[in-house]
């Protein structure tokens, strides 16, 4: 059973940074792909990033330039750099691991809150 749990989120300026972290419990976070959702108020959840065994990554188009994902095998996280931030960045944030994007089974955190006021 693999277990995430986030952190690193808060209330930021626009133009400002933050760095979310989800630690991975019960298994390697290299061994899967790792990914980074955001659901905002009323909103559909939607993928911000993933990385692929700690390969390749992939970066939503209203997020690239400004915000990079990373996996760190010594402390089995992955994080999000965020970068640029803006209103529309506010959401939850929620880490999720699977094996495959075929698997069926997905093991999510319980996500993290970004808010980007002035």
């Known amino acids: 059973q693999v277990h995430l749990v986030e952190s690193g989120g808060g209330l930021v300026q626009p133009g400002g940074s933050l760095r979310l972290s989800c630690a991975v419990s019960?298994?390697?976070?290299?061994?899967?792909?790792m990914a980074w959702y955001r659901q905002a108020p009323g909103k559909v959840r939607e993928l911000v990033a993933d990385?692929?065994?700690?390969?390749?990554?992939n970066i939503r188009d209203s997020v690239k330039g400004r915000f990079t994902i990373s996996t760190d095998s010594a402390t089995n996280t992955v994080s999000l750099h965020m970068d640029g931030l803006q209103a529309e960045d506010t959401a939850v944030y929620l880490c999720?691991?699977?094996?495959?994007?075929?698997?069926?089974?997905?093991?999510w955190g319980q996500g993290t809150q970004v808010t980007v006021t002035s």
């Open positions: 990385i692929i065994n700690g390969g390749h990554s």
């Open positions: 019960g298994s390697a976070v290299n061994d899967y792909i």
């Open positions: 999720d691991a699977k094996k495959s994007y075929f698997s069926a089974n997905d093991y």
